[in-house]
């Protein structure tokens, strides 16, 4: 039976540090306001922490499945919401923004996780950009009540 590791932040921070030959993957969506805040981030810290976009959710055409609850007649396109596999198999619940390293198949997900994981990631790896959280405790921990604030609204 697998064990299931958990990493304080600052480990996992820490462990992807010294893996960062390979990008990490990015699953994301082109519409989504939450995803937005780590592409920022991603991009923000671009010097030190490298990834590869993966649009993984989106809309596809196909017949209709029998299942609608209305009669098919009454439209002539069928449009389903679609999610990336890669996306699934590394997020079960399915929400972007999800990053993944690819060589240990570990994630972060939700989106202030992510961009504090990404400025701490980049902090390890002696990043250029400063880091988007300010560096006084208290002014911390005000920058994360307006973004719960944001989450919120």
């Known amino acids: 039976m697998s064990q299931i590791r958990r990493f304080p932040m600052k480990n996992l921070a820490r462990h992807f540090a010294t893996s960062h030959a390979t990008p990490l993957t990015y699953y994301s969506a082109w519409f989504c306001p939450f995803a937005h805040r780590a592409t920022i981030a991603l991009e923000h810290h671009a010097d030190s922490v490298s990834y590869a976009w993966e649009e993984a959710l989106g809309w596809e055409k196909r017949p209709p499945t029998g299942n609608e609850e209305f009669s098919a007649d009454e439209r002539k396109d069928w449009y389903y919401h679609w999610k990336s596999p890669g996306l699934m198999k590394a997020n079960p619940l399915g929400m972007v923004p999800t990053l993944v390293e690819p060589s240990s198949g570990r994630t972060v997900t939700e989106s202030i996780v992510a961009v504090q994981f990404v400025d701490e ?33």
């Open 121 to 153: 990631l980049a902090a390890a790896r002696d990043g250029k950009a400063p880091s988007l959280m300010p560096g006084d405790p208290f002014e911390r921990a005000r920058a994360r009540v307006a973004a719960d604030n944001v989450n919120r609204t």
